[in-house]
DNA sequence: AAGGTGACAGGGT
DNA sequence: TACCCTGCCACCT
């Protein structure tokens, strides 16, 4: 089998997000021991390239909507995220813990 | 080949 | 979930 991109392994992980969780940059570094968190959030910025991807369930460990202005729409996120469930105020979201999802939990 | 860049994280203040 | 500084690794020019 391939060896598989970085990006790809990224994007795998982010798919297993559930509806209405979110995750962090540093939490998928983590479970894919990748190294560091900067590499999931270049990977994401790539995630355009492949649909299917939900990166606005993905956010930095503050919980803030810090790749908003790399959306078709800096708004769009937002919406997303609202959409599902997930309440934001000033970009950033409310209860981030308790929307907060492991990767590992799912395994 | 070398340096700069980037949707970050963690600890100290 | 403050704010500031440093480390981190792959990709691009």
Known sequence: ???ESY????YDVVR????????T??????????GSARMVGWALNHSFS????PAHRVVNRKGELSGRNHFPT?????????????????DKIVDFDK???NPTDEF
């Not at 769009?76 to 105020?89: A, D, H, P, S, T």
């Open 99 to 101: 929307h907060f999802w």
């Open 50 to 53: 492949n649909d299917g991807v």
């Open 16 to 23: 297993c997000i559930p509806h209405g969780r979110v995750t």
């Open 74 to 90: 800096p708004t769009m996120m937002q919406e997303l995220l609202e959409n599902e469930g997930v309440e934001v105020v000033d």
């Open 25 to 34: 940059y540093g939490t998928i570094a983590d479970f894919l021991t990748l």
């Open 1 to 3: 089998m391939a060896k």
């Open 7 to 10: 990006f790809e392994q990224v």
